[in-house]
């Protein structure tokens, strides 16, 4: 008797109506995820167009183009699952983004910064919500006993763990130059 655990749920003594109602559970933060997702992306391309080093410029526009990539990932996740991907949370990703680079531009300012650090400032912060909530998806499917979800969650909190790594070092190299001389990156 062959079977395919790599294909199947393997969680015990689960009822359909508990078993659905956890998939649920998952797709409403696979949906969470989304919009943290969106507004990372969002916050990246808007930084990498205010930036004048174009050796930042470029790591960030690969940044972006690796999130747009996740967000795919996301919507990929929630179908693997079973459930169809929330069509409203770009939009809200989308707000998030904007919201939040306001409230850069007030720390930055009440900080002493000056110029686009404080962009690089926000991007890092998103970066971190960006990264956990691939980590809990991942952790979901672990739980759920569903590889299809914890397998690729696990490779995108990888590489999304190595991107928060460069714009941490963007960020603390350039902020001297902010804080100090109040120039831009």
Same mark, same amino acid.
């Not at 179908?79 to 531009?105: Q, Y």
């Not at 790594?165 to 350039?174: D, G, H, P, S, Y």
């Given at each position: 008797?062959?079977?395919?655990?790599?294909?199947?749920?393997?969680?015990?003594?689960?009822?359909?109506?508990?078993?659905?109602?956890?998939?649920?559970?998952?797709?409403?933060?696979?949906?969470d995820? +989304?919009? *943290?997702?969106?507004?990372?992306?969002?916050?990246?391309?808007?930084?990498?167009?205010?930036?004048?080093?174009?050796?930042?410029?470029?790591?960030?526009?690969?940044?972006?183009?690796?999130?747009?990539?996740?967000?795919?990932? /996301?919507?990929?996740?929630?179908?693997?699952?079973?459930?169809?991907?929330?069509?409203?949370?770009?939009?809200?990703?989308? /707000?998030?983004?904007k919201?939040a680079?306001l /409230?850069?531009?007030? /720390?930055?300012?009440?900080?002493?910064?000056?110029?686009?650090?404080?962009?690089?400032?926000?991007?890092?912060?998103?970066?971190?919500?960006?990264?956990?909530?691939?980590?809990?998806?991942?952790? +979901?499917?672990?739980?759920l006993?569903?590889?299809?979800?914890?397998?690729?969650?696990?490779?995108?909190a990888?590489?999304?763990?190595?991107?928060?790594? *460069?714009?941490?070092?963007?960020?603390?190299?350039?902020?001297?130059?902010?804080?100090?001389?109040?120039?831009?990156?």
């Amino acid at each position: 008797m062959a079977t395919d655990l790599a294909a199947a749920p393997i969680l015990l003594e689960l009822d359909d109506a508990t078993w659905s109602k956890q998939i649920d559970r998952a797709a409403a933060w696979l949906g969470d995820a +989304l919009t *943290v997702q969106e507004k990372f992306r969002k916050l990246a391309e808007d930084t990498a167009a205010s930036l004048k080093e174009p050796h930042i410029k470029k790591y960030i526009q690969d940044i972006a183009r690796h999130a747009a990539a996740h967000e795919e990932l /996301v919507r990929g996740l929630a179908r693997a699952i079973g459930r169809e991907p929330s069509g409203g949370r770009s939009l809200a990703g989308s /707000v998030l983004a904007k919201g939040a680079e306001l /409230v850069a531009d007030v /720390v930055g300012l009440a900080g002493g910064a000056r110029g686009n650090w404080k962009d690089l400032r926000q991007l890092l912060l998103a970066s971190q919500d960006a990264m956990g909530a691939f980590a809990i998806a991942e952790q +979901l499917g672990y739980a759920l006993g569903l590889p299809k979800l914890s397998d690729p969650a696990f490779r995108a909190a990888a590489e999304k763990t190595r991107d928060h790594l *460069v714009i941490q070092e963007f960020v603390l190299e350039m902020a001297p130059a902010s804080i100090l001389l109040h120039q831009d990156a």
